[in-house]
């Protein structure tokens, strides 16, 4: 048990922490709302997806419960009753997308990361 107000982080174990140090293991707290505890623990992909969650119910979003609460499994018939049609649209390479909220929090995450992280190393 950790006692309250402290951090463990095992540097040995830790991604995040290998990969961005204290400071990444802080900023992915923030950005997560997590605890460092847990945020040194989880993997890249839980804490995108807590981030996710975090950003969904800022905003006043719905999110299910759990993962697997949002769809159950359907065969192909019941999908054709069910679909009500629709379409996807495909940005044009270069330009910019006018509501990002519509495209998902990841790709809007993924692009200002790599967005920021070549500026920095330019």
Known sequence: MIPEGHVLIDTAKSFVYTEGGLKGILMASR???LSPNLTSRFTPGTLISSYEVYEALRRGVAV??????????RNISEMKA?????MIFQPEPGGT???????????????????SGSKRRG
């Open 31 to 33: 950005l997560s709302g």
């Open 82 to 86: 069910s679909d009500k049609g629709g």
């Open 64 to 73: 299910p419960f759990r993962k697997r609460d949002a769809e159950a499994i």
């Open 97 to 115: 997308i006018e509501h990002p909220e519509r495209t998902g929090f990841l790709a809007s995450v993924l692009s200002s990361l790599l967005t």
